[in-house]
Every structure is written in structure tokens, then in C-alpha cells.
């Protein structure tokens, strides 16, 4: 037994606990449940390279002031291989409303207060 608390089949809350070492926890419930969904459909592993992240560390990693990572709504994916991010999009377009494109990983969020449907690049 590991010790880690599961979120879903194949995700755990410290995937998506702030990068600063801070602690903070708190990811929306939504946002991992279509996590999941994609990862059934994507059929391979998905590491999570952001998801909370506390105002310091927001403003670290140059995260805008009004980051959806800020309250728990946002992840990003690591995608580095351009014929696979393609083939992740696909899925990820199945489940979110608002996809970020960089070069090395897809932003997700569920914060719905933001336009949307919306696909942006970094």
C-alpha cells in the first residue's frame, strides 16, 4: 500500500498538489472525473506536470493572475511528440471546453466562468 491518496483509477491527489512543495491540495472533482475519461479513451499513461498551485508559485511559473490553477480547475499534460499531442487533443476535445496548446504539454481546465469552447497556443 503506497499510501496515496486515489482520485480515480489512474490518477492521485499528489499529481495535482502545488509544485512549490507548499502542500496545497484542492483539485476540482469535474476536472479529474474527465481526466479520467480521457485517459480511458486516450488508452495509454498521462502525467500531470501542473495542476494547484498556490500564488507564489503561480506567479514563479509566470501563470496569468487569473489562472484557472489557482483554484483547482486547471492541469497540464506533459506532450512533448507532436503526432501523439495531435492524438490527444482529439480526446481531450471529447471532454473539455477549453484546451491550451504548448510545446510541451496541453492545458485542460473546467473553469466555465472563462469563454468557452476556446483552444489557445502558447
Not at 483509477?9 to 499528489?14: A, G, V
Not at 498551485?53 to 487569473?66: A, F, I
Not at 476535445?93 to 477549453?98: D, N, T
Not at 504539454?105 to 476556446?118: L, R, S
Given at each position: 500500500m503506497s499510501g496515496r491518496k486515489k482520485l480515480a483509477?489512474?490518477?492521485?491527489?499528489?499529481e495535482f498538489t502545488c509544485n512549490c512543495g507548499c502542500g496545497l491540495k484542492g483539485i476540482d472533482p469535474l476536472l479529474v472525473e474527465l481526466l479520467?475519461?480521457?485517459?480511458?479513451?486516450?488508452?495509454?499513461?498521462m502525467v500531470?506536470?501542473?495542476?494547484?498551485?498556490?500564488?507564489?508559485?503561480?506567479?514563479?511559473?509566470?501563470?496569468?493572475?487569473?489562472?484557472?490553477h489557482l483554484w483547482g480547475m486547471a492541469a497540464d499534460i506533459e506532450m512533448t511528440d507532436p503526432t501523439l499531442r495531435w492524438r490527444m487533443i482529439r480526446m481531450m476535445?471529447?471532454?473539455?471546453?477549453?484546451v491550451g496548446i504548448a510545446k510541451s504539454?496541453?492545458?485542460?481546465?473546467?473553469?466555465?466562468?472563462?469563454?468557452?469552447?476556446?483552444i489557445w497556443v502558447y
Open positions: 483509477q489512474n490518477f492521485y491527489e499528489d479520467q475519461e480521457t485517459r480511458y479513451e486516450y488508452g495509454s499513461s500531470v506536470t501542473s495542476g494547484m498551485r498556490c500564488p507564489d508559485w503561480n506567479k514563479e511559473v509566470g501563470g496569468s493572475e487569473s489562472s484557472s476535445q471529447k471532454f473539455f471546453k477549453r504539454f496541453i492545458h485542460v481546465d473546467v473553469d466555465y466562468k472563462k469563454a468557452n469552447p476556446i
